[in-house]
């Protein structure tokens, strides 16, 4: 297949100041959790984005000085010249690729509690510091204080070209950086010409941008990462505000990289907002300037992608996301490969690595963060070690990618999948409310299984230990899956929720999806307009959409969690305030900090997860969200029959994925590819579980 002529636009050369972009595609700046932790893995990984085609790729945000030291988070470093090593690797390999390197300089003021250099925090007027309920303010800056911000930010833009990087950001975006603090009407409240008018909010920004530019010209391009709607209206950040200050300062820096604030909104889930949400808020911003212009907004359609160049809404394609579920989604592109592209689902699994301080993992992208560590490559992968046949059993995200990796390794490959779909759990929860984009975690490797010619997938073939036997396939990979428990066990109760006799049978999320793929939630176990009481007890997104989508069937939804809020761990997510709001918006009542104890006939005891003093609410049907049961009942059996094996070529039967240990889709398209990758590599070597660590040199 050919690139289409309509995207050809996207390979045009753009001039950014003193550089040139040797096509349209912007690895926009995104987190890691590798940083300046873990710079070996960091550097491997950009580089890749450079080989998958992006013109440009930055960094993630990289702190100037110990006053801005994000920590737990990991983010880069530039505070003196120890750091310039490991940013030197980081150019070396993007430029292995003739691709250019940005740098997101930044300050982030009260964002920045300085838990490790122990710092105290500034501001542009004193306000506590952000991050949650923390008992510590963020100092109100002097001029003082500006003048030495601006000096740091100067030498850390000398820095940055000593490094060698082509591209230098002035970091104004997300409600993150202190500039966008300058910015902000809401938190400026300096009377001195730093403070009042849009101009004089303005004043750091310009300052630091001209600055900036008499540091990088004529080495390096000057970009500045501006937010222009805080999606709060006029109290906040908003685009008129914003659009009058990129036009009082249009021509001084060499590109304007737009985005939304706060960092949610910007990277909302696509539960939440589809491809090119943005698009509203930026569409104008090119009518005032004459400098290239980059947006953002998931975008991972090449025809959208070349109307909004051929619109003249963008330059240049900015993507983070997009550019960590496919680094190499600028190359397909280019040769019009686009039915290899994988899609980024929107799940935003790659932002917990940020919340959580540990490398970034991507639930399309299993080989994202193991580029160094593990040597695994996004479009690569060794050739067969045997010619021995793999039965995979299950097509669920952990089998598919079990496989899909196999087979483009050359082995040959029986997929046996006991449902009339392939997919698994990703089949079954994107009928679910704003869950619709998972099913690309199947398709991409469906499409990727049809061309690779040498796996045979057969659907409703459930399999039993005595057919596997009877095949007599060397190697058995089982990746069977898992159900949620209808006995209430979970992390709130380990032995399980009673149920009383004469009580309706409570539901499980299964039991609703199977609703949901039939539209109708009327049947016998769940009368219509019924009182349903969600049980949370997993607090990812599961119980949350369960209660949405009961709430819109019309029923009066009680969601019952043992955390202090909806979907607790979709705060790793960036999700959480979006699921609260939108269960209040469908009139879910929430309960947070209970605990489910009882189900009787119409209603259900809970008891207060600090007292436990016992109440009774009233419920017709309660759904329990908590622990999930592996599904490996066969691996068992095959392991009791371990005997036989050897009678019939058996070397090996394998348990992976939720079958093994229930987890996120991510972890379980992860599992699919590690079993590939180490199918036939040294069994003490992968029981070791072992791979590359970056070291503390000692001696420093
Ligand atoms: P994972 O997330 O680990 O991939 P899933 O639950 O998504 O797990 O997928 C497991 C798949 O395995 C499901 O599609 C299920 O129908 C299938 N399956 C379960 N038991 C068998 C079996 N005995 N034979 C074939 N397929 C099975
Ligand atoms: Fe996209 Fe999810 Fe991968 Fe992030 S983790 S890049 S949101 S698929």
């Known amino acids: 297949m050919s690139r289409a002529p309509a995207h050809d636009i996207l390979f045009e050369e753009v001039a950014i100041g003193p550089v040139v972009a040797r096509n349209r595609f912007y690895q926009a700046p995104h987190c890691n959790g590798m940083g300046h932790l873990h710079p070996n893995a960091c550097a491997e990984m950009r580089r890749v984005k450079a080989e998958g085609g992006w013109a440009i790729v930055c960094t993630e945000e990289v702190e100037i000085h110990p006053s801005t030291d994000v920590s737990p988070h990991i983010e880069g470093r530039i505070w003196d010249d120890a750091d310039l090593p490991a940013l030197r690797l980081l150019t070396e390999k993007i430029h292995l690729h003739g691709s250019l390197a940005g740098i997101e300089l930044t300050h982030n003021g009260p964002h920045a509690l300085n838990l490790y250099s122990r710092a105290p925090s500034r501001n542009v007027s004193d306000t506590p510091v952000f991050g949650g309920h923390i008992p510590v303010q963020a100092r109100r800056m002097d001029k003082e204080d500006i003048r030495e ?11 940055a070209i ?26 400026n409240r300096r009377s001195d010409e730093y403070g009042g008018s849009p101009e004089n909010r303005a004043r750091l920004l310009r300052e630091l941008i001209e600055e900036t530019v008499e540091v990088a010209h004529p080495r390096a391009a000057v970009a500045v990462r501006i937010a222009v709607d805080e999606l709060i209206g006029k109290e906040g950040t908003h685009k008129e505000e914003v ?65 909004l160049v051929r619109d003249g809404v963008l330059d240049l394609i900015g993507a983070a996301r997009p550019s960590i579920a496919d680094p190499f989604l600028p190359r397909k592109i280019e040769e019009g490969r686009y039915e290899d592209i994988r899609e980024c689902i929107g799940c935003n699994i790659c932002v917990t690595g940020d919340f959580l301080a540990a490398p970034i993992r991507c639930t399309q992208n299993p080989t994202m963060g193991e580029e160094w560590r593990r040597g695994w490559h996004p479009e690569n992968i060794r050739k067969r070690g045997s010619d021995k046949s793999v039965l995979v059993v299950g097509a669920g995200p952990a089998g598919l990618e079990a496989a899909r990796a196999l087979g483009q390794r050359g082995y040959e490959i029986i997929l046996a999948e006991a449902s009339d779909e392939l997919g698994g759990r990703v089949a079954r929860e994107a009928r679910l409310p704003g869950l619709a984009s998972y099913i690309r975690v199947r398709d991409h490797r469906k499409l990727q299984l049809d061309q690779i010619g040498n796996a045979s997938c057969y659907l409703q073939s459930r399999l039993a230990c005595g057919d596997i036997l009877e095949y007599q396939i060397p190697r058995v990979v089982i990746a069977t899956g898992c159900m949620w428990r209808r006995d209430g066990v979970g992390a ?29 939630s009327e049947n016998d176990s769940l009368p219509a307009n019924a ?90 049907v309660v759904v329990l969200a908590g622990a999930r049961a592996p599904e490996d009942k066969l691996f068992v059996e095959l392991q009791e029959r371990k005997d036989e094996w050897g009678g019939r070529g058996i070397e090996a039967v394998d348990l992976i994925g939720d079958a093994f240990a229930p987890a996120t889709v991510a972890h379980a398209v992860y599992e699919g590819r590690r079993y590939a990758e180490e199918t036939d590599m040294d069994e003490e070597e992968i029981r070791a579980g072992l791979f590359r660590r970056e070291r503390i040199d000692l001696r420093s």
């Open 531 to 620: 009182r349903v009481l969600v049980w949370d007890d997993d607090h990812y997104y599961m119980a949350s959409v369960i209660a949405e989508w009961l709430a819109g069937q019309g029923h009066s939804v009680c969601y019952v969690t043992s955390a202090g809020e909806a979907s607790a761990w979709t705060r790793n997510t960036m999700e959480q305030h979006f699921i609260q709001k939108r269960l209040l918006d469908l009139g879910v009542e929430i309960r947070s900090n209970v605990i489910l104890r009882r189900i009787s006939k119409g209603e259900a005891e809970l008891a207060c997860g600090f007292t436990d003093r016992r109440e009774r609410v009233g419920a017709d």
């Open 149 to 159: 911000l601006r000096r740091w930010h100067r030498d850390a833009a000398k820095r």
């Open 243 to 307: 659009e009058e200050i990129i036009e009082s300062m249009a021509e001084l820096p060499d590109l304007w990289d737009l985005s939304l604030a706060e960092w949610a909104n910007d990277s909302a889930s696509a539960r939440f907002q589809e491809e090119g949400f943005q698009e509203p808020y930026i569409r104008d911003i090119k009518k005032l300037t004459s400098k290239p212009v980059v947006g953002v907004g998931r975008y991972t359609t090449p025809d959208r992608m070349a109307r």
């Open 492 to 520: 709130s109760n380990p032995l399980g929720v009673p149920v009383d006799e004469d009580a309706r049978a409570p539901l499980t999320p299964d039991d609703v999806m199977s609703m949901v793929a039939k539209k109708s």
């Open 162 to 187: 000593e490094a060698e990087f082509d591209l230098i950001h002035v970091y104004a975006g997300h409600a993150l950086s202190i500039v966008s603090f300058f910015l902000s009407r809401k938190y």
